[in-house]
Nanobody
Framework: QVQLVESGGGLVQAGGSLRLSCAASGRTFNSYTMGWFRQAPGKEREFVAAISWSGGSTYYADSVKGRFTISRDNAKNTVYLQMNSLKPEDTAVYYC???????????????WGQGTQVTVSS
């Protein structure tokens, strides 16, 4: 079992930056692929980024490529999402997730956090 707790969300102006953190419990954190997803009001949950267990491979949605960076610190059981050049369309609840395989399909992830709200004003 892995428990995930996100933090770092908030209100930011367009063009600004935020860094989300996801702290995981459990000694098996470093065996999981970690992903970030988001869900805007009235929309389906969508893939944002994923990182392999070692951190050696990263994957991004086209909509965030070049602006967002996913990273992890296995010694701290934490995964991060650095978000730069934020746009109003990035407004959503952001969720971190843990799974066995890197995927943009949310059903591939077994454990989910409660989410953190990110709001980007224009």
């Amino acid at each position: 079992q892995v428990q995930l707790v996100e933090s770092g969300g908030g209100l930011v102006q367009a063009g600004g930056s935020l860094r989300l953190s996801c702290a995981a419990s459990g000694r098996t954190f470093n065996s999981y692929t970690m992903g970030w997803f988001r869900q805007a009001p009235g929309k389906e949950r969508e893939f944002v980024a994923a990182i392999s267990w070692s951190g050696g491979s990263t994957y991004y949605a086209d909509s965030v490529k070049g602006r967002f960076t996913i990273s992890r610190d296995n010694a701290k059981n934490t995964v991060y999402l650095q978000m730069n050049s934020l746009k109003p369309e990035d407004t959503a609840v952001y969720y971190c997730a843990a799974g066995d395989l890197a995927s943009d399909y949310d059903q591939q992830y077994d454990f989910w956090g409660q989410g953190t709200q990110v709001t980007v004003s224009s």
